[in-house]
């Protein structure tokens, strides 16, 4: 049996994560040992997940919780490694680019243990965002480097990283989205909000630069009540914009609006469901950009940058400038069109990226996965 630790931490790792346990179960080759850091914890942005995604409950919880960069990280590694060493795992898999990630691949490597990276390569280029350097990190470290997207594969040779590592499997997220777009019909939620499909927007926000400064939430937030006296908007908002935006007085603004419904954050079958029905979307989420792009539904990104090229290139991705006018002028091209795009599929996210995973993780060891 090849031992494998499969760690989770915060929301999007649990869509990235549930697709590649399945396909490792199904291989039977594997001992999966799955480990949830804590890094989210609320009800509706961890253990939704798990039931509706049918991951199984982790063997373990870290119960780390929030801290500052530094904190968090050092914690989820003081708790991880006594895991390690005690599994003794073939291979750690770390998915996307958040604390979590970084952790405990960090803890892995200095143990000796072999590192699995899926979803590597991706690079905004501005190291002023935590996650692209967690994600450089964790692709420096990594033995294979499992890559969504054509992007990835040349960043990672532009950095030195050896070719024989970097594995072009397609998105996990993407897989997640294909399995569960049938069973997201069902939900009730445009009933339950009294929402008509293509006539309302969709909002997510939590980038730090977006919803930490009081600023550019405040220009953000004006927008918003421009946008919606032409479109209904619904925004379930993360734990941390929802602090932010009670902290600046923002929430009663927000409240105030006739026609937008500031919501909690539901989970993935009511927000694949308010997706797939949205007139368009507006977000600075990584993964919302390339599940717009898979249903064909206009995407706006409150960011300067993405590390998703092949969402704008292929798909239904916008970068919107972050000032009010900038998203009103966007919003107001994209209404022109008719709120009408094509889905795209770019290469290999056909649902079975998890599959090319587990095939290529099943490959007899060689001598080098013998850990110690
Ligand atoms: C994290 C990731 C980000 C990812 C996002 C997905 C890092 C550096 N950031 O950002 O890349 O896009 O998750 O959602 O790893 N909080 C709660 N309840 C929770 C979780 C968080 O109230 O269950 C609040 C806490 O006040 C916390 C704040 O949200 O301090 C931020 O949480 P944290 O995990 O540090 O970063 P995110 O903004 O969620
Ligand atoms: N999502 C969800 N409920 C919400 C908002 C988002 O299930 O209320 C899902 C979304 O469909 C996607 C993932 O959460 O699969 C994206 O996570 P997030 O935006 O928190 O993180 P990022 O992708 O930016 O790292």
């Known amino acids: 049996m090849i031992k494998i630790i499969c760690v989770c931490g915060a929301r999007p790792n649990f869509m990235k994560i549930a697709p590649v346990i399945?396909?490792?179960?199904?291989?039977?080759?594997?001992?999966?040992?799955?480990?949830?850091?804590?890094?989210?914890?609320?009800?509706?942005?961890?253990?939704?997940?798990?039931?509706?995604?049918?991951?199984?409950?982790?063997?373990?919880?870290?119960?780390?919780?929030?801290?500052?960069?530094?904190?968090?990280?050092?914690?989820i590694m003081k708790r991880f490694e006594p895991v390690v060493l005690d599994f003794q795992p073939h291979y750690v898999m770390v998915v996307g680019d958040v604390n979590s990630t970084i952790a405990c691949g960090l803890t892995a490597v200095k143990l000796g243990v072999k590192l699995a990276h899926v979803e590597a390569g991706l690079?905004?280029?501005?190291?002023?965002?935590?996650?692209?350097?967690?994600?450089?990190l964790t692709d420096a470290i990594s033995d294979l480097l499992f890559v969504?997207?054509?992007?990835?594969?040349?960043?990672?040779?532009?950095?030195?990283?050896?070719?024989?590592?970097?594995?072009?499997?397609?998105?996990?997220?993407?897989?997640?989205?294909?399995a569960h777009r049938e069973k997201a019909r069902a939900s009730d939620i445009l009933r339950r909000l009294n929402l008509q499909p293509r006539t309302f927007g969709v909002?997510?926000?939590?980038?730090?630069?977006?919803?930490?400064?009081?600023?550019?939430?405040?220009?953000?937030?004006?927008?918003?009540?421009?946008?919606?006296?032409?479109i209904k908007l619904v925004f379930p908002a993360h734990p941390r914009t929802r602090k932010n935006l009670q902290k600046t007085g923002l929430t009663e603004r927000l409240e105030s609006m006739k026609n937008l419904l500031l919501i909690e954050p539901v989970g993935y079958l009511d927000f694949l469901c308010l997706m797939s029905n949205a007139?368009?979307?507006?977000?600075?989420?990584?993964?919302?950009?390339?599940?717009?792009?898979?249903?064909?539904?206009?995407?706006?990104?409150?960011?300067?940058?993405?590390?998703?090229?092949?969402?704008?290139t292929h798909g239904t991705n916008r970068l919107v400038p972050l000032t009010t006018e900038g998203i009103l002028r966007v919003f107001a091209e994209i209404k022109k069109t008719g709120f009408l795009s094509k889905p795209a599929q770019p290469q290999l996210w056909d649902g079975r990226a998890a599959q090319r995973i587990a095939d290529i993780l099943a490959r007899p060891p060689t001598s080098k996965n013998n850990h110690r």
């Open 22 to 75: 399945r396909a490792l179960k199904a291989r039977g080759a594997f001992r999966i040992l799955l480990v949830h850091t804590g890094q989210h914890y609320d009800e509706n942005m961890s253990a939704l997940f798990f039931d509706q995604l049918h991951i199984p409950r982790p063997d373990i919880n870290l119960e780390v919780g929030s801290a500052s960069h530094a904190a968090q990280t050092a914690e």
């Open 148 to 178: 969504t997207e054509p992007s990835g594969i040349d960043n990672l040779k532009k950095e030195g990283i050896d070719a024989a590592k970097v594995h072009f499997v397609g998105n996990v997220m993407i897989d997640t989205l294909l």
């Open 123 to 136: 690079r905004s280029f501005d190291r002023t965002m935590p996650e692209e350097i967690n994600r450089l």
């Open 203 to 230: 909002i997510t926000l939590h980038r730090p630069p977006n919803v930490d400064d009081p600023h550019n939430l405040a220009a953000i937030v004006k927008a918003f009540d421009e946008i919606q006296k032409e």
């Open 279 to 312: 007139a368009l979307v507006m977000t600075d989420s990584g993964g919302i950009q390339e599940e717009t792009t898979i249903l064909g539904v206009p995407c706006m990104t409150l960011r300067k940058n993405t590390e998703r090229p092949v969402t704008i």
